[in-house]
């Protein structure tokens, strides 16, 4: 048995070995030109362009002080876009809640640290004045804004979906 283990052992090394011809030693592997063109590269047959991903990262330190309680709160949010086309696009936004001080309890930090899918969504615009989105949002208790609160359209979320558009139809 062991001397059967040895020889797959051996055969499976010679196998896994590549020849490379001394013509071939000059000529460099570019791993960068494969990034900026994607023609060359080999990213999943054409499929995910990297001129078409956009990524974005929001740090936010907050201190609340209420009703003799305080709260600290760090979040970190990682948003990345993919534009598919003009018209179609998906979003994610990833967040890392973190209350390192508060005094309202253990059990708040337990409920509220930890790893967000804040928002996952497929953007669609098929005219000029139709806008169709599909979305998913994992948010801590107390920070959802739905579309009937009245100060819905003041929140950051709404603004920066703004801003995004704003500078999309700059271009």
């Given amino acids: 048995m062991k001397k059967l283990f040895t020889i797959l052992l051996l055969l499976g090394f010679v196998l896994s070995v590549n020849a ?48 003799g309680q305080g709260v600290a709160l760090g979040v970190y949010t990682n948003s990345l876009r993919y534009d598919f086309s003009e018209n179609l696009n998906f979003q994610v936004d990833a967040s890392l809640v973190n209350s390192p001080y508060n005094t309202i309890g253990e059990g708040f930090s337990n409920n509220i640290n930890g790893i967000y899918l804040s928002r996952a969504a497929v953007n669609f615009k098929p005219s000029e004045n139709t806008r169709i989105s599909l979305e998913f949002r994992q948010l801590p208790g107390g920070y959802y804004n739905n579309y009937y609160n009245p100060y819905y359209y003041l929140s950051p979320s709404f603004d920066r979906e703004r801003k995004f558009h704003q500078l999309q139809e700059a271009k």
């Avoid at 047959?45 to 990262?57: E, L, Q, V, W, Y």
């Avoid at 929001?58 to 609340?64: G, H």
């Fill in 20 to 67: 490379q011809f001394r013509d071939d030693l000059n000529n460099k592997v570019s791993i960068r030109e494969g990034f900026l063109n994607p023609e060359t590269s080999n990213n999943l047959f054409g499929f995910i362009d990297p001129s078409k991903f956009s990524m974005n990262h929001q740090v936010s330190m907050s201190y609340s002080a209420f009703a």
